[in-house]
């Protein structure tokens, strides 16, 4: 493969030949090009003459860091805005909550198609959901299918709290809307970066939510966070739109960044 028909930002390719990334690492490697091709741009760091995107320093990263926040001023949350977040989202503020849970693991590899194991998945939910399953046939599906260490265990994971939790398990066994997170197996299979599972709840302890005062700057901090993603991926878009992208696909806009 020649230089020419790498994917590039500009004529400025994102990676050296016979290199392989998966989308999102080509992704991620394009946003960090269209970036540092506008700091240099605004004068943030300094011209280079390169045929490939070069790897960036520590010091690179605080003058496109810079750049950003001069490009992206975000007004403080409003008390009322905090409020509100607090209200729809309370299960998100309890301490000591746990539950003692069970799985089976259906793990996402290399290679691996993932249609057919899904379809392994959703069988194995579907024997478990039966009402006329046996008491122990969680455990002997465990054993034979899961792809968790915990298998050996009947599918085991003791108890688990909120924060020790990958965010996808997190939601699912801890922060359900309505205020009452539900017991036993899940109906459905949850997805997570690790698989497909089959969920099991054996036990609660409820804990307590702390105070709106409380968490006051906790949640200010989790707004201003939100926003500064939603601006800094607009943000890419318009540089997107401003750029020749070759060999890879994009979301681009024409407009410009609303402030």
């Known amino acids: 493969m ?9 004529g400025i ?3 050296a030949p016979g290199l392989s990334l998966t989308d999102a690492e080509l992704r991620e ?9 506008e700091a240099m741009h605004q004068g943030f760091l ?12 520590a010091q690179d990263h605080e003058q496109i860091g810079l750049m950003i926040d001069g490009q992206l001023p975000l007004p403080e949350p409003t008390g009322d805005e905090a409020r509100r977040y607090y209200e729809g989202h309370g299960t998100r503020f309890v301490a000591g909550a746990r539950a003692r849970v069970r799985h089976i693991l259906f793990a996402v590899t290399e290679g691996v198609d993932v249609s057919l194991l899904a379809a392994r998945a959703e069988k194995t939910l579907v024997e478990l959901s039966a009402k006329s399953v046996a008491a122990g046939r969680f455990a002997e599906l465990a054993r034979e299918l899961s792809n968790c260490p915990s298998g050996a265990d009947g599918g085991e ?3 688990l ?16 809307s309505g205020g009452v997170q539900p017991m036993g197996l899940r109906p459905r299979l949850v997805h997570s970066r690790y698989g497909f599972h089959v969920l099991e709840v054996q036990e609660r302890e409820p804990g307590r939510q702390a105070a709106f005062e409380q968490v006051r700057e906790r949640i200010a901090a989790m707004l201003t966070q939100q926003s500064r993603a939603r601006a800094l ?17 994009l979301e681009a806009a024409e407009s410009p960044l609303v402030q």
């Open 13 to 15: 390719a994102l990676h």
């Open 46 to 57: 300094p011209q280079r003459n390169v045929l490939e995107s070069p790897k960036l320093s």
């Open 29 to 37: 490697r394009a946003w960090g090009e269209l970036l540092r091709q």
């Open 233 to 249: 991926h607009q943000y890419i878009r318009v540089l997107t739109g401003q750029a020749r992208v070759d060999g890879i696909e």
């Open 161 to 176: 709290v909120a924060h020790e939790l990958a965010p996808e398990l997190a939601n699912e066994l801890f922060h359900q």
């Open 157 to 159: 994971l003791g108890w």
């Open 2 to 10: 020649s230089v020419a028909t790498l994917p590039s930002i500009n």
